[in-house]
């Protein structure tokens, strides 16, 4: 469904268990940066009624998800460290484009936006059937399905209101971008990393 190109090794939950406070102070901070997304994208598209309306429900729904992490992190006696920043996320910024119409960047920054949701979707995906840890085996998998969500959320919003890009083969190209990224990652207890 997701349409990656390169699946995460197993063995990446191995990493992540050695020190569950740093990917659980990382996964925060990735649910506030995509609320803080989502609330850009709003800011520059709110004459799209319907985006704004479902992508507020989306930003509340990460924000909830910060809170959720922090609860985790708080209940086992954990600090949530500093803010990290996502190498990741940088690169597919990068890939982005910003030029041309400012319909083509609103384009884009949906299927970014896709992209990393499709991303943490996988990722979570493969904590939910790995991690020995039951409780935030559970998590995750619940988190798994709302993520997958919000991806297909991103992309029909992409599809929706493009009005020159294809958006099929742009989002081909995002994958093929994102394949070969992935494959700098998966060595961190980070939830891209």
Same mark, same amino acid.
């Given at each position: !469904?997701?349409?990656?190109? &390169?699946?995460?090794?197993?063995?990446?939950?191995?990493?992540?268990?050695?020190?569950?406070?740093?990917?659980? =102070?990382?996964?925060?901070? @990735?649910?506030?940066?995509?609320?803080?997304?989502?609330?850009?994208?709003?800011? #520059?598209?709110?004459? $799209?009624?319907?985006? +704004?309306?479902?992508?507020?429900?989306?930003?509340?729904?990460?924000?909830? $998800?910060?809170? !959720?992490? $922090?609860?985790?992190?708080?209940?086992? *006696?954990?600090?949530? *460290?500093?803010?990290?920043?996502?190498?990741?996320?940088?690169?597919?910024?990068?890939?982005?484009?910003?030029?041309?119409?400012?319909?083509?960047?609103?384009?884009?920054?949906?299927?970014?936006?896709? !992209?990393?949701?499709?991303?943490? @979707?996988?990722?979570?995906?493969? &904590?939910?059937?790995?991690?020995?840890?039951?409780?935030?085996?559970?998590? #995750?998998?619940?988190? !798994?399905?709302?993520?997958?969500? $919000?991806?297909?959320?991103? &992309?029909?919003?992409?599809?929706?209101?493009?009005?020159? +890009?294809?958006?099929?083969?742009?989002?081909?190209?995002?994958?093929?971008?994102?394949?070969? &990224?992935?494959?700098?990652? *998966?060595?961190?207890? =980070?939830?891209? *990393?």
């Amino acid at each position: !469904m997701l349409g990656l190109k &390169l699946v995460t090794d197993p063995k990446w939950v191995n990493i992540v268990e050695s020190n569950i406070e740093e990917i659980l =102070t990382d996964h925060a901070w @990735c649910e506030q940066k995509a609320a803080t997304n989502i609330i850009t994208i709003i800011t #520059y598209n709110s004459e $799209h009624e319907e985006l +704004v309306t479902d992508l507020l429900e989306i930003a509340k729904e990460e924000l909830e $998800h910060f809170q !959720m992490v $922090h609860n985790i992190i708080k209940e086992r *006696g954990l600090k949530l *460290g500093r803010e990290r920043k996502d190498h990741y996320v940088n690169e597919l910024f990068k890939f982005m484009k910003k030029d041309g119409s400012r319909n083509d960047a609103f384009v884009d920054r949906l299927l970014f936006s896709a !992209m990393i949701e499709a991303r943490s @979707c996988e990722r979570f995906k493969v &904590l939910s059937q790995n991690i020995e840890d039951r409780e935030l085996a559970e998590f #995750y998998r619940k988190l !798994m399905i709302s993520e997958a969500g $919000h991806y297909t959320t991103f &992309l029909g919003f992409a599809r929706k209101y493009s009005e020159k +890009v294809d958006v099929d083969k742009r989002w081909a190209e995002w994958l093929d971008f994102e394949g070969k &990224l992935i494959t700098n990652y *998966g060595k961190t207890e =980070t939830v891209h *990393g």
